[in-house]
């Protein structure tokens, strides 16, 4: 089970972005999706998931901006990010604490590739 993540890029503050990312394989049914973040010289921090059930949580950089939603179909999960700060720029990951693959073996911790995005002043 793998996660892609697209959508990055360079924006200027105020704009938005859209972040996608989904999981690969047929069959494969994940738990809870989130989207983190590292900037440069820091650690990787979350900024919001999204459990099965639709449940979400947000830091409180995230509250009020950005949006995290999931499509259980597509096995995706998607961070709407608007009124970008530069402040937000970073490499975001999504992620999974688990997923059920076809034949029916369980994965943990599984993370995307990452996507950069840049918010210029």
């Known amino acids: 089970v793998q996660l892609q993540a697209s959508g990055g890029g360079l924006v200027q503050a105020g704009e938005s972005l859209r972040l996608s990312c989904a999981a690969s394989g047929s069959g494969v049914v994940v738990n809870t999706l989130g989207w983190y973040r590292q900037a440069p010289g820091k650690e990787r921090v979350l900024v919001a998931d999204?459990?099965?059930?639709?449940?979400?949580k947000y830091t409180n950089s995230a509250k009020g901006r950005f949006t995290i939603s999931r499509d259980n179909a597509k096995n995706a999960v998607y961070l709407q990010m608007n009124n970008l700060k530069p402040e937000d720029t970073a490499v975001y990951y999504c992620?999974?604490?688990?997923?059920?693959?076809?034949?029916?073996?369980?994965?943990?911790?599984?993370w995307g590739q990452g996507t950069q995005v840049t918010v210029s002043s």
């Open positions: 992620y999974t604490d688990r997923a059920r693959a076809r034949d029916l073996t369980y994965h943990y911790d599984i």
């Open positions: 999204i459990t099965s059930a639709g449940k979400t």
